[in-house]
DNA sequence: ATGGCTGCTTTGAGCAGA
């Protein structure tokens, strides 16, 4: 079972890529954030045609989550916001089970700028999805939470850790959330795979930060440990960064034998 | 040390991303 995960920035603007995406990689199961689009207006026919059904929690402009299943493949129990009577007006997160996994696609809030209401916003938020992660999903069987986590955990996940060290994605308070999330029983999947630097998932637009490789891996799959311990491989397109109109963000790919 | 890009929006300057 191969499980993806990729911040498009705008499926609007997106679309020839992640067709060609899906048809290159063929996952099982690809997560997507950063819809920038209303259910509506969710490209469904492109993303059909290329053999796939998408199940959407969109939002216009901003946010915007989907868990794309390749046709046929059954996906059930969607379930869109952390459910937990809190409404958060921001739309970042959509689950379902597909082949047996509870897959959970999250857009974790930025955090603007250390200290600000959006700091604040992300560090609520993190804590909701701690309580959403051990009240709402049973991590003794297969989980895989999935997508822009906005927070590189390690210096070994920041190519230049001394340019970032006081930033929203790599705050002490932000890494000791990483781990927190973690310790509940979920395995960082990359790390199985890789122990040196990066892989990294996101370079900023500006800067020429990926012809620098001035880059940060802050998008993950997060395993429960029944899961995690068929994961046999974890890679970054770094390709699909490349080229004209790339995301920001490159897609992961994990996959489980 | 900053910003440099990209996508969005009551179409166009300002917000947001990370």
């Not at 059954?74 to 809190?86: I, P, Q």
């Not at 620098?212 to 960064?241: M, T």
Request: hydrophobic content about 40%; proline content about 5%; charged content about 25%.
């Amino acid at each position: 079972m191969k499980i993806a995960t990729w911040n498009v920035n705008s499926v609007r603007v997106r679309e020839p890529r992640l067709v060609a995406f899906l048809g290159r990689e063929q996952p099982d199961v690809l997560c997507l954030q950063e819809l920038k689009v209303v259910d509506d207006d969710f490209p469904h026919e492109a993303v059909r045609a290329a053999g796939y059904e998408a199940v959407t929690f969109g939002q216009k402009t901003y946010n915007g989550v989907g868990i794309l299943a390749k046709a046929g493949t059954k996906v059930e129990n969607v379930s869109r916001t952390f459910e937990d009577g809190d409404d958060d007006p921001q739309a970042r997160v959509i689950a379902a089970d597909v082949l047996g996994v509870r897959v959970v696609s999250i857009y974790v809030p930025n955090g603007g700028d250390v200290g600000s209401e959006k700091w604040a916003y992300k560090q609520s938020w993190l804590k909701r999805l701690r309580t959403y992660a051990s009240s709402r999903l049973d991590l003794s069987g297969k989980v895989a939470i999935c997508g822009d986590i906005n927070i590189a955990p390690e210096a070994r996940d920041v190519a230049k850790p001394d340019r970032w060290k006081n930033s929203v994605l790599f705050h002490p308070e932000m890494t000791a959330a990483f781990q927190e999330l973690l310790a509940l029983g979920l395995v960082d999947t990359a790390r199985i795979h890789h122990s040196g630097e990066g892989p990294f998932t996101w370079w900023d637009y500006r800067m020429l930060a990926f012809p620098k490789g001035d880059g940060l891996r802050i998008d993950h799959i997060f395993a429960s440990k029944a899961l995690a311990s068929s994961c046999s491989g974890v890679r970054v397109d770094r390709d699909e960064r490349k080229g004209a109109q790339p995301s920001d963000h490159a897609p992961l790919i994990a996959v489980f034998s």
